[in-house]
């Protein structure tokens, strides 16, 4: 039996995977991706916890949150788009023009 | 007419706003006329009270008394706008109308050529109205009104030749000088309301007697006051350490040296301390340093007149040694030797200011005459000789010698023996020895500058020579009017030994209570023993003067150069004014460039632009940290998530 | 229905102007000034009503008006406005000066003159309103509003560090103004009321009312000037034009210790007890500080700046003195410094016009080419000297009475030192005056400076006439101003009753 | 299970939606009908504000509750929904002088404006985490949209792309804490949070997530650094919209997370609210201090508010709450008519305003060098204007609740931001060598720019007609 605890770990895990992948990876791309763990990371949770306590609310909110996070994808891709088009580069560390 | 002693002082006051406001526009006639004529109103209408009042017993004892408006009234102090006409004030009055009159007639010719004649006019006008407002002010707050009032005039008047630097300085000196003094008045004045509730001199008097102080009691709060209005005297009245202003305020027209700087300005503090006799007389120990600052200012100055080679320095120097006795009188407690010897000098140094500028004058016009400009016609080293072509104003000045050196019959003599047997009668022998000596050099410097500037060949060329010429006569008779007076002046107050009435001390007793047990005494072959010494120590001057100046000799010089030390420092008047130099007037300034350029500057506004500038820093560096990188952002985020955590666990 | 609202027709009367003068074409420069100056003088004429209905006889607010303001669970604050006799004088002193600077601007402005009338009339409104302010909320409201005008009069109208004079002035009284603000909303909450007169009369403990009378003293202290919150005065005098230093200083200045006199010290009797000794250093700091640094000044308006400093020294020390002669004279000094620095800041003005420059060094002897000018000059500088007679003096004279009477110890002490101003203030002055004035025989440029013109003469007058008013005839001011002095002593009294302060110290 | 949908109480996110399809269909239609996008747009919001209004009479002491806080009205709510369409519609009034100038027309802007604010709403008018979420998510696309919406200019992108990085970290962190309250609660629902015994590590987690994610829309430092970005790239009317809507209904967010979901963990978000609040308010006027853009400074002036607005939230009480919604009203109308005026300072599709393009144009343009001022001036919170009132409401709730160093750290703050917000009336008015750019002025914005700063003064001398709602629906919140 996995307990609940476990699932919460591995949440935790992911969830700091995405977020030190968005610090470190360079490629705008890969960082998009790291969102879309981090937001993963929190479907598990709640699937866990709703699953857990017997409570569907939890697993209603991963149905919505998939749908964030398509939403975000699409919107995120589309300013990499417009980025690339602009500037031919999608590192972000390029990305240093407004500042001060 | 008793109800009118305030036109006293407004006639002069009406005298100067004509000429003030119009007098640029009037012939310089007319402006001369309105200029004396409301002095001589005053004058005038000054007899007539003053005869009404001695023939009123009740008046003449407590004096004539105008209550205009209360002028500073809140709480419990009061200050009226009043004028006292009484026995002293009244005598002051009258010394100072007339006096201040001949020199207002004796202008009009002096300043005839002058630009600023309107200007000149209205100052002094406008000075006799503020003196006069001092001598008959009810309260020390209107006298001091009248007090800085003179105080305003003499820098106006000193300062008349203003696009000179000498004349604005000596101006701005004057001023500043006998502010110092009247900060100690007004402290002084704050002691007195504080002890009696009132600045009016009936009032204080009264709670003086009322409350039946006697030395004893009051040793402290009211000596300070005395001391502290006694400051205020040695800023008006050019006593050490504050005579400085005087001899420079020779700058300013002659005329004006001899009504103010000799006659009546400077003699106000003496004026007013024997207008408070009643309270020094409580302070013993202030008495004792008047007495001893009278005495030594009285040598010292002496000392350096000496020397001097300028006519109106010399005499400037003389004033202040003459207001020393004066001092000296007040200190030892006579109050009325003091208040004689106020009217006397105001006739012989007028007399003698006024002869001088006569010689000025007649100088003047011999450089103009040879197209001279740049010689000095004030020194003595340059004359010699005038008698031939100025004998009235010889003559005049010759009196006037005599008068101060302390030669029988004039009126010098009378009141400085009084005031130097008093000193003795007092028991202040130390101080008798050095007015005595002082009086030696008295007559000494005097007739110096007799022999120097009339006697013997005159020591500038002959175009100069064709130019002199006597003074015109609106310029003599005021010198013969006060020749008389410089005469006739002193038998007012005849020493008791003489058995002759001394109207004075008679007409002023009941001004001058002795509350403060002081004591002379009575020996009556000593005074005359003393007397007798005073005119020899009179003819020592005069004769050592005689033999060192009285014929063409070297000796002079030699002397010179054999006390060479003596003699520089005498000429350079002791380095006084160098050393207030140096030790306040440039202090001062730099304090005042030290709080502008570094407290001012780098400290507090240093501060508040620090404070601005660290602003901006702290923005800056901000600035900095926001550069525009994605990954410091996050980072930011976490490390506030951090914070977070760190407070929340 | 002005009968009863009249004093807030005095108040407001200018924004009539500042409607009217928005409808005004700008090109129309003369008939602006023109404007201005009538109005003005109608506005003062109105308000010498409140002098002629003063009843001066008891202590009571006068004029007063009051309705609901704001009126919410959280802030409760009304429009309650009127005078006594210590705001009597200051808020005539205002309407007076305005026709008289609007005069002296007729020449010396020359730029955007429509936004400068608009500017001096809501200056106006700004400095009335808080002069007549009895809530404090409206007081504050009014306090800073004044600053907008000022700030554009120095930054637009200002010489050529304008912009640095006018944001280090703004945001130097900002400082002060914000901590007052904290003051006041402290007050608030602890009573409940914005209003002044309940506010008297509630007991502030002694610990409240030291942190309440430190906000409140630092943003007067920085308005008066008090050393060491000095510096933003010369700087905002030297760049301001001409009649914005006449109205700083005339009045603006006034408000700082007005405010003391008003809120700062009768609401917290105690702690200004107990401030009072340090408060009463400072000012005679300030006397003698303000007056050296004056006499090594260069710049004339800077050296009439750094003298604001020493006489606003003087009045502060009267308040503080807390003697019925110190506060008649520190009242009537601030008017006095009001008419006498105002009008020597408008004869600098004159010859600014003239000659450009300001740098004594630049004059010597003009006395003789502008012998009327160097008349006026002279009677000013007499006046801020404080020759008897003249105004200053009876100012001067008072406060010193009033410090040497007070009980505060060594009181004597602080008298001697204050009195030793009058010595330094006579040098400064006079060493300025014999410097332009005298000294040489005018250059040859400046023989072609111009004397007075009549207009020039005609605002000069009425200052002049106020300088010999004030010092011949005095208690005319001092007589409307007694009832009052007298309440608000008695209120310092009646308030620290069942305080323990003997054993602090202070007051004996 | 038959459910029964309440058309009523959905009815303005149906209008808003109904709103953002037919905008967005709009953009196949002629130029001609195009040009009335703006005003169907506006339409649709003013449908919403009357329906808002409507409901506030209804509802004035009550609250409407459907499906267990999915949705509920409360006077709080409203006045909040009200701020957030006024702001809409006042943007859009922006959006039509701004935009109108270029050759394509906009249907689709607005429609995408419109949805952000229909994510505003859903997230005001709910007491659900699970309905805040989606309304948050159905703010901040749309608006990182709106921020790249001038595609072809890299700062815009720029700005965008930040945003959304930094933005979908944040929403990471938001969604954790919902995850972890839920683990912990067994429940989203505000309500029903507050009510369960609470108190382990796992429930203060959920609240530190929560707060970050709040934080970061509300722009409160450290989550700050999105800010001057994203308000820099972003179109000014955008920035305008950006710098008021989200961030008011984050502040408010937080006001009702705080305070209905976790009233009893008020001695931990205090303390960090109160580290929170004061970097907020030093970083934001700091920042500003050193800008040369004037966009820029306001990004950083609005930072500063926010950490105004959070040091109100820390006070905790009515009067905290009633102070904010106060600030935020008056922040609306200084806004719009700050950004407003920025906003009409652009050639071309360039709207970069610095400094130094400000010389002398105060001459140039007086009502427009009037109205920057009255801004300015209001923002400084001098008195007489609506900031003063805002600023004193604040300061106010802050002393009564005796927080005497937050008072003390916002009063700093006020006095280095009036540094900076006259610089730009020095500019306007003091400075030489004016700047010869010309302008054309819309006359809408103008309009509005007008009656901002006829609102701001109104109100600043008047405050009670906005003070007596933000007090009534304080009071409601508790």
Sequence with gaps: MVAMVDYAILSAVLFTIGIVGILIRRNIITILMCIELILNSVNLLFVAFSRFMGNVDGQIFVFFIFAVAAAEAAVGLALVVAYFKLRETIEVDEIKLLKG | MTGYVWLIPVFPLIGFLINGLFGRKLPKKVVGIVGSGAILLSFLLACVIFFQMNGNPELSEHGVKNILFPWISYGDFNVNFAYLFDRLSGSMTLMVAGVSFLIHVYSIGYMAEEEGYWRYFAYLNLFVFMMLTLVLADNLLLMFVGWEGVGLCSYLLIGFYYTTKVASDAGKKAFIVNRVGDFGFILGMFLIVTLFGSLEFEKIREGIISAGLTPEHTFGVITLATILLFVGATGKSAQIPLYVWLPDAMAGPTPVSALIHAATMVTSGVYMIVKLNFLFQLAPITLLTIAWVGGLTALFAATIGTV?????????????????????????????????????????????????????????????????????????????????????????????????????????????????????????KILWAIGAFAAVLTSFYMFRLVYLTFLGDFRGCKEEE????????????????????????????????????????????????????????????????????????????????????????????????????????????????????????????????????????????????????????????????QNGAVKVYALTMLGGILILFWIFF | MFENHFLSLITFFPLVAVVILLFFPSKQEKGIKIFGIVFSLIHFLISLKLLLNFDYSVYKLQFVEKTKWIATNFLNSSYFIGIDGISLFIVLLTTFLMPIIFLSTYSGITKKVKSFYIHMFLLEVGILGSLVSLDLFLFYVFWEVMLIPMYFIIGVWGGERRIYAAIKFFIYTMAGSLLMLLG??????????????????????????????????????????????????????TEAPTAGSVILAGVLLKLGTYGFLRFAMPLFPDAMIKFAPYIIVLAIIGIIYGALVAMVQKDIKKLVAYSSVSHLGYVMLGLFALTVYGMQGGILQMINHGISTGALFLLVGIVYERKHTRLISEYGGIAKVMPVYAVFFMIVTLSSIGLPLTNGFVGEFSILLGTFKSSWQHAWVYTAFAASGVILGAVYMLWMYQRVFFNTEPSEENKKLEDLKPREIAYLIPLVIMIFWIGIYPNFFFKRMQKSVDYYLNMFKAKQVGMVIDSEGGKK | ?????????????????????????????????????????????????????????????????????????????????????????????????????????????????????????????????????????????????????????????????????????????????????????????????????????????????????????????????????????????????????????????????????????????????????????????????????????????????????????????????????????????????????????????????????????????????????????????????????????????????????????????????????????????????????????????????????????YFGIFPQGINKFAILAAKVLI
């Design chain 2, 308 to 428: 001097q080679n300028d006519i109106k320095k010399v005499l400037a120097y003389s004033t202040v040694s003459q207001l020393g006795y004066m001092f000296l009188a007040l200190g030892v407690g006579a109050f009325i030797a003091g208040f004689f010897h106020i009217l006397t000098h105001a006739f012989f140094k007028a007399l003698l200011f006024l002869g001088s500028g006569s010689v000025i004058h007649a100088m003047h016009h011999a450089y103009h005459h040879a197209g001279i400009h740049d010689k000095d016609p004030q020194d003595i080293r340059n004359m010699g000789g005038l008698k031939k072509y100025m004998p009235k104003t010889y003559w005049t000045f010759l009196i006037a010698t005599l008068a101060i050196a302390g030669f029988p019959p004039f009126a010098g003599f009378f009141s400085k023996d009084e005031i130097l047997w008093k000193a003795f009668a007092s028991n202040h």
């Design chain 2, 466 to 625: 064709e130019g002199l010429h006597e003074s015109p006569s609106v310029m003599t008779v005021p010198l013969m009017a006060l020749a008389f007076l410089s005469v006739v002046g002193g038998w007012m107050g005849f020493p008791h030994i003489f058995h002759l009435p001394n109207l004075l001390e008679h007409y002023l007793e009941p001004m001058v209570e002795n509350i403060g047990n002081i004591h002379f005494m009575h020996n009556v072959s000593m005074e005359w023993t003393l007397m007798f010494v005073s005119v020899g120590l009179a003819i020592v001057g005069w004769l050592f003067a005689k033999f060192l100046y009285g014929r063409k000799t070297d000796a002079p010089s030699k002397l010179a150069n054999t006390f060479n030390y003596f003699y520089t420092i005498l000429l350079n008047k002791y380095y006084v004014d160098e050393i207030y130099f140096a030790l306040i007037v440039n202090p001062v300034k730099k304090i005042g460039e030290f709080c502008w350029l570094f407290i001012d500057t780098v400290i507090i506004d240093g501060a508040v632009n620090l404070s601005a500038s660290l602003a901006r820093c702290v923005g800056k560096i901000y600035s900095l940290y």
């Design chain 3, 184 to 237: 006041i909303i402290y007050i608030y909450k602890l009573t409940g009321t914005f209003d002044l007169i309940k506010v008297y009369s509630y007991k502030f403990t002694l610990k409240e009312q030291l942190y309440l009378f430190a906000a409140f003293a630092i943003a007067f202290a920085i308005k008066v000037p008090v050393f060491p919150f000095h510096t933003w005065l010369p700087d905002a005098h």
């Design chain 4, 1 to 457: 299970m038959n459910i029964s949908i309440n058309y009523f109480m959905l009815m303005p996110f149906l209008i808003l939606t109904g709103g953002v399809i037919i905008l967005s269909f709009m953009g196949v239609l002629k130029d001609k009908v195009k040009n009335y996008a703006g005003v169907m747009a506006s339409l649709f919001l003013f449908a919403d504000l009357y329906y808002f209004v409507k409901l506030l009479s209804q509802v004035t002491y009550r609250s409407l509750d459907y499906m267990n806080g999915m949705v509920y009205y409360n006077a709080f709510n409203i006045y909040i929904s009200i701020l957030v369409l006024v702001c809409g519609i006042a943007s859009f009034v922006l959006a039509e002088g701004f935009f109108n100038s270029e050759e394509f027309k906009h249907p689709e802007f607005y429609a995408i404006v419109l949805a952000s604010i229909t994510g505003l709403l859903v997230m005001i008018n709910t007491n659900n985490l699970i309905n805040l979420f989606i309304g948050l998510e159905l703010t901040s696309i749309p608006l990182y949209a709106t921020v790249a919406y001038l595609r072809y200019k890299e700062a815009s992108v720029e700005g965008a792309l930040k945003y959304f990085i930094l933005g979908s970290i944040a929403s990471g962190f938001f969604l954790f804490g919902i995850a972890v309250v839920y683990g912990a609660t067994g429940s989203v629902v505000f309500k029903d949070i507050m009510v369960v015994k609470k108190g382990d590590e796992l429930f203060k987690l959920g609240l530190l997530f929560l707060m970050v994610g709040i934080g970061f829309k509300a722009s409160a430092a450290p989550f700050h650094m999105w800010t001057p970005d994203a308000y820099e790239g972003a179109p000014t009317p955008v920035t305008a919209f950006m710098s008021i809507a989200p961030k008011a209904v984050a502040i408010v967010i937080l006001v009702k997370v705080l305070y209905i979901a976790f009233p009893d963990m008020f001695a931990l978000w205090e303390k960090g609210l109160f580290v929170i609040a004061i970097l907020t308010v030093l970083i934001g006027n700091f920042g500003a201090l050193v800008q040369n853009s004037v966009k820029r400074m306001l990004a950083y002036s609005s930072i500063a508010h926010a950490g105004y607005l959070l040091m109100a939230i820390v006070a905790f009480s009515i009067e905290g709450i009633s102070s904010i919604l106060f600030y935020l009203a008056g922040y609306l109308l200084i806004n719009i008519g700050a950004f407003g005026s920025l906003s009409l300072l652009k050639i071309g599709d360039n709207d970069y305003v610095e400094y130094n393009h400000l010389r002398g144009i105060g001459y140039k343009y007086p009502l427009f060098g009037i109205l920057l001022s009255i801004f300015m001036f209001s923002l400084a919170g001098i008195p007489a204007t609506i900031g003063f009132v805002g600023k004193f409401y604040v300061f106010k709730s802050l002393i009564v609740k005796e927080q005497y160093v937050l008072a003390l750290v916002g009063i700093l703050g006020s006095l280095v931001s009036v540094y900076y917000y006259l610089k730009v009336v020095v500019f306007m008015y003091m400075k030489e060598n004016p700047e010869e750019r010309e302008f054309n002025f819309s006359f809408l914005t103008l309009a509005l720019l007008v009656l901002c700063a006829v609102g701001v003064i």
